[in-house]
């Protein structure tokens, strides 16, 4: 018993005991899958990723058919979540901030109205409003068949608003390089600009070169002919309409229903970012002649950035994460193409472990950004 | 005597004008915020007009489905006519007193618990032997005369409330040790704790409902299945305790490490000086953090739904899809719904913010 009192080989006995439980139970669990899974005939290992999917997906932004291969439609689905959690996050943020800002109005009017906004978001289930939200739309706008013409070409109905779209021939890589390198080139001359106007303390041209710059390649492409686009105009079929860009009801409901969620935990981070900035600073941009609008720009929320951060951080981490209700209402996200995969071909461990480690992969993907974003904004130590 | 007299006065007679000068700067202090307040008071007459006129003035308050669909206003006769489905689900009908017993003595018990007073030992046991095993007879039955009920009968408010709430009495101890163990100074405790804590906060609630609904079965023996119920609860339990840990890792974070060393100096165990030291002083800290994750999986149960559970949300969905009432009263559907959720969370975030205060004063 004498070297069970050791405290050094009691730290060792101990975590030799916890890795070997896991390990067992790992193993185990091993056994009994690849048993069963031999013993019901379903085939194992990623092979059937580049066979072909055999399923429609409502909407994609890449090329797809149903003879495309089940990597392929994965693909599909996780662009689509990228793009609805995208969408909703930015413009979650413009509201949330207003929001935020709303409530600490001095109009006591405004500022409880704001209140009661965020407590009717945050007090119900996020799936409820989806199907709530989804069942509006179906039910305030008409059937294809009477759809409404805003424009030419502009149809809405409760399949969604279809639009006339531009479709790129060819060209489309070059454009898209040209505008990074114009981004890229304002923001070293604004960078400069900058400098030099913190330098000299006088202000500068500088931004209408970067303006210049930011457009310049994307107009010298264009100017060489290399870019040809066509109209697509949608046409009204007898059930639905096709061509043309659409928006679909699935996707508009998933998106206000994410971004009116997120807005309502943004606007009470953002409060609480407010508040933590001390009072001195307001008194003193007040002191300085500042009007309540640019003290609160110029001089509060950047100061209130660095408390909102992290939280924000784990909103948008949120966001991305629940934009897995989709299946909920219909939308083709990553978690629904992954569920039509997993009944088609019954390998459910591969199919949910490919979903479980695409969404891992990016909220490491979110979090390393964001502490990279918050390491800049915070207070430097000198 | 006297000063108390005229005080009372003097300051009435300042404080009047004061009051209204602020009232009116506060509404009308500048043209942007006479035009702010006008938006606004327009805003909420607005909504309260519609929301009058839907409730009340143009609902249909009795009749049958034909009625409400002549109307533009709320239908009541559905909300009359499948209120006990919704509640209650495929409960078999004449046992619902069953349910709706369990859900009074659960809501009972959970106002009881609310008051920091009674906290303690005593409760812990209460809920744990008497409570909990109540409310599992009255649900399940099979003794006392009672009729038995699988639990695939089960469904509505009352399986919402025990998922969520069971699921946070079982993902509290396990999250207090999930933290513990990331705070371990034993290298592989900590990898692992840290590991399932950022494995489970990686991923959305409903892939890891999928994992219990179709995977877990892969993993069991022959012969051995688990209740479609249980693996969600299960799920749930797991969900919930990375969170917590997360939350619990900050209230650990916040006891100076001072008081776990002057512990070990008194001859403490490691688990001693946690139990007796340092987690109390932990979970003090983040008691309304930790309601406020209660809240969030209140409402994150609702997931269940897309795994073929028959929560509140879906008993409110099936009643809409009845073939008597299907398209007529939707919208009264969800914001009955809606009502129900927002009742009880709102509750729960005033007792959130109520513990706050409760806390912050006995500190000073």
Redesign the interface.
């Given at each position: 018993m004498l070297f069970l009192n050791d405290t050094r080989f009691r730290a060792v006995f101990y975590q030799f005991i916890a890795i070997s439980l896991v390990l067992l139970a790992a193993w185990a669990m091993y056994a009994t899958a690849s048993a069963n899974l031999a013993k019901q005939d379903i085939a194992t290992g990623f092979d059937f990723l580049s066979r072909q999917a055999g399923i429609a997906i409502s909407e994609s932004s890449i090329a797809y058919g149903p003879t495309d291969t089940v990597a392929r439609a994965i693909l599909v689905g996780l662009i689509n979540t990228i793009k609805v959690s995208f969408l909703a996050a930015l413009f979650g943020t413009i509201i949330g901030v207003l929001v935020g800002i709303g409530r600490m109005s001095t109009n006591p009017l405004l500022s409880r109205l704001m209140l009661a906004y965020v407590e009717v978001l945050r007090n119900v289930p996020l799936l409820l409003y989806l199907f709530l939200w989804y069942f509006l739309i179906i039910l305030v706008f008409p059937p294809v068949r009477q759809a409404i013409q805003l424009f030419p070409g502009f149809f809405l109905s409760n399949s969604g608003l279809a639009m006339p779209a531009l479709e790129w021939q060819s060209g489309f890589c070059l454009t898209l390089a040209a505008l990074v390198l114009g981004i890229a080139a304002a923001l070293v001359v604004r960078a400069v600009s900058q400098r030099r106007r913190i330098q000299s303390g006088k202000a500068n041209a500088g931004w209408i070169a970067a303006l210049v710059l930011l457009v310049l390649p994307v107009l010298a492409v264009w100017a060489s002919g290399a870019v040809s686009l066509s109209w697509s105009a949608p046409e009204a079929g007898r059930f639905r309409l096709t061509g043309g860009l659409q928006i679909r009801p699935e996707f508009v409901a998933l998106l206000v229903g994410l971004m009116l969620n997120l807005s309502a935990s943004v606007a009470e981070i953002v409060r609480a970012g407010i508040q933590a900035v001390s009072k001195g600073q307001w008194e003193a941009a007040q002191a300085l002649g500042l009007p309540r609008s640019r003290t609160l720009r110029l001089v509060v929320l950047p100061q209130a950035l660095r408390v909102i951060i992290p939280p924000l951080t784990n909103t948008y981490l949120t966001v991305f994460k629940n934009s897995s209700l989709a299946i909920a209402i219909g939308y083709p996200d990553l978690v629904m193409v992954s569920n039509t995969i997993m009944n088609q071909t019954g390998q459910a461990m591969e199919t949910i472990t490919i979903f479980m480690g695409i969404y891992l992969g990016l909220s490491v993907a979110i979090s390393l950004f964001m502490n990279w974003y918050n390491a800049r904004v915070a207070l430097k130590a000198r | 005597m006297s000063d108390t007299q005229i005080l009372p006065a003097a300051m009435n007679a300042v404080a009047r004008p004061a009051r209204r000068s602020e009232w009116r700067s506060?509404?009308f202090?500048t043209p942007g915020?006479a035009f702010?307040?006008l938006v606004?008071?327009a805003?909420?007459l607005l909504l309260a007009k519609l929301a009058l006129g839907w409730l009340f003035l143009n609902a249909v308050f009795d009749g049958g489905a034909d009625a409400c669909k002549q109307s533009t206003g709320a239908c009541w006769p559905f909300l009359a006519d499948k209120l006990r489905y919704m509640l209650f689900g495929f409960y078999p009908f004449e046992e619902q007193w069953r349910p709706l017993a369990a859900l009074c003595l659960f809501l009972g018990g959970c106002c009881v618990s609310m008051i920091p007073r009674v906290w303690g030992r005593g409760l812990l046991i209460a809920w744990a032997i008497v409570i909990l095993p109540v409310l599992y007879v009255l649900m399940a039955g099979g003794v006392f005369g009672l009729t038995e009920v699988p639990t695939s009968k089960w469904g509505g408010l009352p399986l919402s409330f025990m998922l969520s709430f069971v699921g946070l009495a079982f993902a509290l101890p396990l999250g207090i040790g999930l933290a513990l163990a990331r705070a371990s100074h034993?290298?592989?405790?900590r990898v692992?704790g840290v590991g399932l804590i950022e494995?489970v906060?990686?991923?959305?609630?409903?892939?890891i409902l999928?994992?219990a609904a179709?995977?877990l079965p892969?993993?069991?023996?022959?012969g051995v299945t688990i209740d479609k119920l249980l693996r969600a609860q299960v799920a749930i339990i797991l969900f919930a305790a990375a969170y917590i840990a997360e939350i619990v890792r900050g209230g650990l974070q916040d006891v100076p490490s001072g008081q776990f060393e002057a512990g070990r100096a008194l001859g403490l165990h490691y688990w001693q000086v946690m139990s007796k030291i340092v987690l109390p002083q932990a979970l003090k800290k983040v008691i309304p953090a930790l309601v406020g994750l209660f809240?969030a999986f209140f409402?994150?149960t609702?997931?269940v739904?897309?795994i073929g559970l028959l929560d509140f949300?879906d008993t409110v969905?099936t009643a809409l899809r009845d073939p008597d009432w299907q398209g007529i009263a939707?919208?009264e559907g969800?914001v009955f719904?809606?009502a129900v959720?927002?009742v009880f969370?709102?509750l729960m975030?005033g007792y959130s913010r109520f513990l706050e205060r409760h806390f912050n004063t006995s500190h000073r």
């Open positions: - | 506060a509404y202090g915020n702010v307040t606004c008071g805003l909420i034993l290298p592989a405790i692992l494995l906060r990686g991923v959305p609630l409903i892939s999928f994992m179709v995977m892969l993993f069991m023996p022959d809240i409402q994150d609702t997931l739904t897309i949300l969905r939707v919208l969800y719904a809606a959720y927002f969370s709102a975030g």
